[in-house]
């Protein structure tokens, strides 16, 4: 490593023990204030750094990479997924792009599980009634649900997150469905008790509940389209901790305020940070705030796994989370 250190730009606040690693490490510009970048702010910072560090609401898009200054080497993102980044741009600059992959996986999981325990529980609508102070005691038929044991959980993309989900959902007596791009190795399957279905088509008019678990690509937009949301059965719930691109939201929402659809739990939208109004007014939905992975622990090892891949660009190494250049 030169003795000069490298101009690393940080987009948000992050830990404060990987703030201070990396003012140690590098000449780091925090964001202390912890206000979202402009695309002014952006622009001056892909102009005066050696790395930087986005999260996943910097839309660092082909005319923000095309304003790049030479010496912007590295994209060394805070976050798994790489959907704000235009990798083809980066790649054409010859700049080297990182994510932070497997430290989300089990918090993500876990907060899929939570949403796909609480939407046909009527999480939301309990507390909410109560919160409102509208309990008026129990009663046999008062806010009855669905059985979660012996449901079918058909799971949309079948990685580290998918595979971590089937884990837990069969502790909850589920049996595991699954689609992917490619089928997962045979001990997994057979560990999981999962049954592959090379057609989404197929899979979506047969499950109970749906949850969306592949990255958003180019692929991926909309791979639950108004038509194929319109194959699932009536009875049905959708749960996405990934992206709201993946998902025709627009119908959805019309399905789920028609009762062509029982439920949703939602951690992303389209458009996110606005959200569809028509959700807002619907009671049979679990919205949150996009906190799928937000744990002090997942941060930290994000922020530790950032860390690593910029010191290891930096003294001549591949870094291990690449995402760019690709591996052959
Ligand atoms: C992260 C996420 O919090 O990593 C991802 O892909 O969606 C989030 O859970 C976010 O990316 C931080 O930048």
Known sequence: MST?????????????????????????????????????????????????VPTVTDRVDAQIIAEAAPRLKLIAS??????????????????????????????????????????PRRLGEGERLLRAGKWTGWAPNFMLGRRIWGKRLGILGMGRIGTAVARRARGFGLSIHYHNRNRVAEDTEAELEATYWESLDQMLAHMDIVSVNCPHTP?????????????????????????????????????????????????????????????????????LPHIGSATLEGRIDMGEKVLINIRTFFDGHRPPDRVLPQLL
Do not use: C, W
């Open 4 to 52: 000069k250190k490298p101009v690393v730009f940080v987009t948000r606040k992050l830990p404060d023990p990987v703030e201070t690693r990396m003012m140690e490490l590098f000449d780091a510009r925090l964001n202390v204030a912890d206000k979202a970048l402009s695309r002014e702010d952006l622009i001056g910072a892909v102009q005066s750094a050696d790395v930087l």
């Open 78 to 119: 805070f976050g798994t997924g790489i959907d704000h980044i235009d990798l083809a741009a980066a790649s054409e600059r010859g700049i080297t792009v990182t994510n932070t992959p497997g430290v989300l996986t089990e918090d993500t999981a876990d907060m899929t599980m939570a949403l796909i325990l609480s939407v």
């Open 219 to 287: 692929a991926t937009y909309h791979l639950l389209s108004g038509r194929r949301l319109k194959l699932m059965q009536p009875s049905a719930y959708v749960v996405n901790t990934s992206r709201g691109e993946v998902v025709d939201e627009e119908v959805l929402v019309q399905m789920l305020r028609d009762g062509e659809l029982s439920g949703a739990g939602l951690d992303v939208y389209e458009h996110e940070p606005k959200v569809n109004p028509e959700l807002l007014a619907l009671d049979n939905v679990v919205l």
